[in-house]
């Protein structure tokens, strides 16, 4: 486990797949595992770096309000240096899953084309009017090509996925059938459907 600074403590990342791959996919969970490789059979069978940064619930309070001093605004930043450190002077894919999503979304704005592949997993849409008003204009400008997946029990449906991908200015869905979602609850996650998102955000760089 590595360590990158924010605030007074540190934000914690691992990396796995390929050291000294030409392409890096940085990838933004929650939870336990939110640094470990989300399925270690498919990474290996693409010739890619990950680096998978663990956030928690105070790296995400405020998401609406970014250019300020709320922590998800300071996160965002935090990432930024710590993008610009692992891969310099290079385009890199980005993905959010869950709450992570829109820390991921904010953070491609703030890259721009520097960010040429976004996935969001399981990513609900703003709940609020003032959240909406305040992330459209984001999407509408953003540079990458994104991907965004829904399915199974949630957290996310397709209504979700669809306000994305309509205020995006190149984006795809895709809807996850049941019987690809192996986990316990029936909620899709990114190791079921890591294979997609890896195709998307690290194009070309599948072994053959």
């Given at each position: 486990m590595s360590l990158a600074p924010w605030l007074d403590g540190e934000l914690g990342y691992r990396s796995f797949g390929a050291p000294g791959a030409p392409r890096a996919v940085f990838v933004l969970r929650t939870g336990d595992v939110s640094t470990t490789d989300p399925d270690a059979r498919v990474t290996s069978g693409y010739d890619v770096r990950v680096i998978a940064v663990g956030l928690d619930?105070?790296?995400l309070e405020d998401p609406p309000v970014f250019g300020g001093q709320t922590p998800a605004g300071l996160t965002?930043?935090?990432?930024?240096?710590?993008l610009e450190r692992e891969a310099p002077g290079t385009t890199v894919g980005l993905v959010?899953?869950?709450?992570?999503?829109?820390?991921?979304?904010?953070?491609?704005?703030?890259?721009?084309p520097v960010v040429d592949r976004l996935a969001i997993v399981g990513v609900s849409s703003p709940s609020d009017p003032l959240s909406r008003d305040l992330r459209t204009p984001l999407l509408d400008h953003l540079d990458a090509e994104a991907l965004v997946i829904v399915g199974g029990e949630g957290p996310a449906a397709i209504?979700?996925?669809?306000?994305?991908?309509?205020?995006?200015r190149s984006a795809e869905m895709q809807v996850v059938p049941d019987v690809e979602i192996g986990s316990v609850t029936g909620e899709l996650t990114l190791t079921s459907v890591w294979d997609r998102v890896l195709h998307h955000v690290a194009p070309g760089a599948a072994r053959r």
């Open positions: 619930a105070p790296e965002v930043d935090a990432l930024r240096d710590l959010g899953e869950r709450a992570a999503g829109p820390i991921a979304i904010y953070l491609a704005a703030a890259m721009g209504t979700d996925a669809e306000w994305y991908v309509g205020r995006m």
